[in-house]
């Protein structure tokens, strides 16, 4: 029994051997594989050497992205700053607009009424000087005189 036992253990081993075997040399026997392997190796050291350069461009990208960021928020907060002028401004302008336009209703107020006071005056003045006539007219006529 322990005989077979071993004989058992050497089969096994010699299996998994093959397997592994298999999965080193890829199973097809392609002699050029050993070539690909050793140039991915390659260029993954190449890839591995790059790193620090591409983090350093990384690194300085970062850098410009933030400055440009900290230019766009100063330009902001002086286009909010320009904005709350501009809107006092404009707050000040409607301001006069409406007293200007206040004054003159107040001039065009002032002129209909000097108007309407010279033109009754004038309606006055003719009607008293009419009067005058009309009522010298028929005291003429009353006393015989015409």
């Known amino acids: 029994m322990v005989r077979q036992i071993s004989r058992f253990a050497f089969c ?9 075997l298999l999965f080193i040399f890829g199973g097809t026997g392609v002699p050029g594989a050993h070539a690909a392997y050793w140039d991915d190796v390659y260029q993954g050291f190449e890839q591995f050497s790059r790193l620090p350069g591409d983090v350093y461009q990384l690194k300085e990208s970062y850098k410009q992205t933030q400055e440009e ?4 928020r100063s330009s902001i907060e002086a286009y909010q700053e320009q904005n709350t002028q501009l809107l006092e401004q404009n707050r000040k302008l409607t301001d006069t607009v409406t007293e200007l336009k206040n004054l003159q209703i107040q001039r065009d107020q002032a002129s209909h009424r000097n108007k309407m006071l010279i033109l009754t005056a ?7 000087f009419i009067g005058i006539r009309l009522l010298r007219y028929g ?4 006393s015989g005189r015409y």
């Open 12 to 20: 096994r081993r010699i299996v998994c051997a093959a397997v592994a």
């Open 69 to 72: 960021l900290q230019k766009a």
């Open 139 to 142: 005291m003429r006529r009353r």
């Open 122 to 128: 004038v309606i006055l003045l003719a009607g008293y």
